[in-house]
T-cell receptor, first 116, second 115 residues
Framework: GENVEQHPSTLSVQEGDSAVIKCTYS??????FPWYKQELGKGPQLIID?????GEKKDQRIAVTLNKTAKHFSLHITETQPEDSAVYFC???????????????FGRGTQLTVWP | DADVTQTPRNRITKTGKRIMLECSQT?????MYWYRQDPGLGLRLIYY???????NKGEISDGYSVSRQAQAKFSLSLESAIPNQTALYFC??????????????FGPGTRLTVL
């Protein structure tokens, strides 16, 4: 099955700085890469995702990049704010509409702390 | 009201007891999942169900069983709880038929402690 590795496990940044979290995956058939944010006491929530036919996607202060050749993808958060503090999970999936294969494989998570 | 609810939210039990965690959703989604979260280990899949008649094991199904009573309900049971099953458990749902991606929607979690 797929193996997703995520680094770093903890990340501390000053408010206003940028944060980068990196993930690698093992299965070249994976084609869908979401990122989830888990705030304290809550379940994870999708914040951005990317499919394998796209190299980069942005949504305001967050962006995700994908390098299929190297099998790695990254989450970039610019102008960080204290409310960005949370655990972030990357995931990979071989997603095919109508297929039973489309389960997510998660990385181990990154605890991001943004200091005021 | 929340779209994905889990009961109970917290549970303390003793070794050897049978425990059931329940998940209900109002999103009308076909797919439901049970995950376990441990510090430093991320989210690990226990079981998943793509419809009422379909149940699949995840990578850590030993010691757990599930029941999909209806499209909206998916229960996780620990037949004989042991201390290393102490963890945070999440239910999630996703919709096979909509969009081009498989966004999962998570419940608020159940914190289980086995003494």
């Amino acid at each position: 099955g797929e193996n997703v590795e995520q680094h770093p496990s903890t990340l501390s940044v000053q408010e206003g700085d940028s944060a980068v979290i990196k993930c690698t995956y093992s299965d070249s058939a994976s084609n869908y890469f979401p990122w989830y944010k888990q705030e304290l006491g809550k379940g994870p929530q999708l914040i951005i995702d990317i499919r394998s036919n796209v190299g980069e996607k942005k949504d305001q202060r967050i962006a995700v990049t994908l390098n299929k050749t190297a099998k790695h993808f990254s989450l970039h958060i610019t102008e960080t704010q204290p409310e960005d503090s949370a655990v972030y999970f990357c995931a990979a999936s071989n997603w095919d509409r109508g297929s039973t294969l489309g389960r997510l494989y998660f990385g181990r998570g990154t605890q991001l702390t943004v200091w005021p | 009201d929340a779209d994905v609810t889990q009961t109970p939210r917290n549970r303390i039990t003793k070794t050897g007891k049978r425990i059931m965690l329940e998940c209900s959703q109002t999103k009308g989604h076909d797919r439901m999942y049970w995950y376990r979260q441990d510090p430093g280990l991320g989210l690990r899949l226990i079981y998943y169900s793509f419809d009422v008649k379909d149940i699949n094991k995840g990578e850590i199904s030993d010691g757990y069983s599930v029941s999909r009573q209806a499209q909206a309900k998916f229960s996780l049971s620990l037949e004989s709880a042991i201390p290393n099953q102490t963890a945070l458990y999440f239910c999630a749902t996703s919709d096979l038929g909509q969009g081009i991606t498989d966004t999962q929607y998570f419940g608020p979690g159940t914190r289980l402690t086995v003494l």
